[in-house]
């Protein structure tokens, strides 16, 4: 199946047509910073949170790696610019990407990159991984985010084991394709943050991803 689930909490009610809007120049569709305000609390509302461990936790990594922040007015347009190459290497996959805000969500279901019950990334996929490495590191001046998640098909404690294992074979596999480590920290959800019924295979499939969240670093992180 090909997935259209875009965003974690894409699948909950509270995210309607009235929440997003349409860029003019593109003709994408994106979630409106209105709307970010009132889904909060839908499924998935931890994307709309901080980044994992916190910016301040983070500085100290992304200091040591000597990489600077980006001045508040270009913040937009460098996101901009990342979001549209990103968009063109994934053309034609079932990789999604949103734009929320000032960031960024990379969607991929966990049927193109892994085998059933595997954390290792199938070698068809790598190609497309490559791609989106390889504007991860061009773009550098971002925080990278790598969420794994689960149907809830086994035990809690094995999905939740599965969903890290997932999370950190993606981060791995970006570190050797000129990803800086001191940008990237990982997740595992397991089965705690479903997009679908899990009482049906398609809704299953779709629980089944890993996400990528990419903040821009801000100068203002990176200032004592």
């Known amino acids: 199946m090909r997935s259209k689930v875009v965003l974690s ?3 909950s009610a509270a995210l309607t047509t009235a929440a997003c809007t349409t860029d003019p120049e593109t003709g994408e569709r994106r979630i409106s910073r209105a709307a970010i305000g009132g889904i909060g609390g839908a499924v998935g509302g931890y994307l709309l949170g901080d980044l994992v461990g916190g910016r301040r936790d983070r500085t100290e990594r992304i200091l040591g790696a000597g990489i600077g922040g980006i001045a508040g007015a270009a913040i937009g347009s460098y996101m901009d610019r990342q979001e549209q190459e990103l968009r063109q290497r994934t053309a034609g996959t079932d990789v999604q990407v949103t734009r929320q805000g000032d960031d960024l969500i990379l969607n991929i279901p966990s049927g193109i990159n892994f085998d059933y019950n595997s954390a290792a990334i ?3 996929f790598r190609t497309t991984l490559d791609q989106v490495a390889g504007t991860l590191a061009q773009y550098n001046q971002t925080y990278i985010d790598v969420y794994g998640h689960t149907d ?5 404690q094995y999905n939740q084991g599965l969903s890290e294992r997932r999370a950190r074979s993606v981060a791995d596999y970006l570190s050797t394709r000129g990803v800086s480590p001191a940008r990237v920290a990982t997740r595992g959800f397991g089965e705690t943050q479903p997009v679908a019924p899990n009482d049906t295979p398609d809704g299953q499939a779709a629980n089944r991803r890993v996400e990528i969240k990419v903040v821009p670093i801000q100068q203002n992180d990176v200032q004592g």
Do not use: V
Not at 152 to 156: I, K, L, P, R
């Open 152 to 156: 809830a098909t086994g035990s809690d």
């Open 9 to 11: 909490f894409a699948a």
């Open 122 to 124: 199938r070698p068809e």
